[in-house]
C-alpha cells in the first residue's frame, strides 16, 4: 500500500526554533500535523533521547506519524513509526530487517542516479533535493532545481516523492507543479516558534 505523505512534511530543529522537540510536536500537532519527523544533528542521541521519547508519546497519543531522522536504534527504542536515513546512514536493507514491514523508511537522494537507485530499494518514500539554496544544513548537497525535481516526479512513479530544501510559502505552488508528492520545510515552519502551529496550518490550506 502507498504511503499518503501530508503536503507539508514537517521536521524539527531545536537550533532554529529554540524549543524542544516535544514542545516542537505539540505545536506542530495543534496545527494540523500528521506526520513529523525528529531531526537532530547537533547532540548525541543520548542526549536528546528522552525529549525524543516524549515527543514520539505525543505523537502517538494524536495518531500522527512520528519519524526519526538517521538513528534507527532511536527510533525502535521510542516505538517511532519509521525513519529517514541519508546516503551516508545505515543501509536500507539492514534498516528494514531491525525495522519490520510494518514501519516507514525514507531515503535521501540528490539526483537521478541516487533516486532511480534508491526506487530498488525497500522504501516507503523518497526524499530529493536540495531544490533551491538553504540555511538549515550548513553542508548540504549542489543545488538541483526544478527541472530535475520535474524529471525526479517522472521517475518516482507511485512511490511518494518529498522535495527539500530551501522551501517557502512562495515557492510551494512550483514545487508541487512539478510533481512533488510532499514538501518538507524546516525554517519556513519553526523560524518563528511562536507561531509554528499557524503557519503549519497555513501551509498546508494553500498546498491544498
Not at 25 to 50: C, H, P, S
Not at 68 to 73: E, G, I, P, S
Not at 156 to 175: C, D, F, K
Request: aromatic share 4%; glycine share 10%.
Amino acid at each position: 500500500m502507498t504511503l499518503k505523505l501530508p503536503k507539508i512534511y514537517p521536521i524539527t530543529d531545536r537550533e532554529i526554533s529554540g524549543l524542544s522537540h516535544t514542545e516542537q510536536v505539540r505545536r506542530l500537532i495543534a496545527g494540523g500535523a500528521t506526520l513529523i519527523q525528529l531531526r537532530e544533528k547537533r547532540q548525541q542521541a543520548g542526549d536528546w533521547f528522552n525529549d525524543a521519547l516524549t515527543a514520539a508519546r505525543i505523537c502517538r497519543e494524536a495518531g500522527v506519524l512520528c519519524i526519526v531522522n538517521d538513528l534507527v536504534d532511536m527510533a525502535i527504542a521510542i516505538g517511532a513509526d519509521g525513519v529517514h536515513l541519508g546516503q551516508d546512514d545505515m543501509h536500507v536493507a539492514a534498516a528494514r530487517r531491525l525495522l519490520g514491514c510494518g514501519k516507514i523508511i525514507g531515503l535521501s537522494t540528490h539526483s537521478i542516479e541516487q533516486l532511480e537507485a534508491a526506487l530498488r530499494e525497500e522504501i516507503d518514500y523518497a526524499a530529493i533535493g536540495p531544490i533551491f539554496a538553504t540555511s538549515t544544513k550548513s553542508d548540504h548537497e549542489p543545488v538541483i532545481g526544478l527541472k530535475t525535481l520535474l524529471n525526479a516526479a517522472q521517475t518516482s512513479g507511485n512511490v511518494p516523492l518529498v522535495a527539500i530544501g530551501g522551501l517557502t510559502a512562495e515557492n510551494l505552488p512550483a514545487i508541487f507543479e512539478a510533481g512533488a508528492s510532499s514538501a518538507a520545510m524546516i525554517g519556513a515552519i519553526l523560524s518563528d516558534p511562536e507561531r509554528i502551529a499557524v503557519i503549519y496550518r497555513k501551509l498546508g490550506q494553500n498546498a491544498l
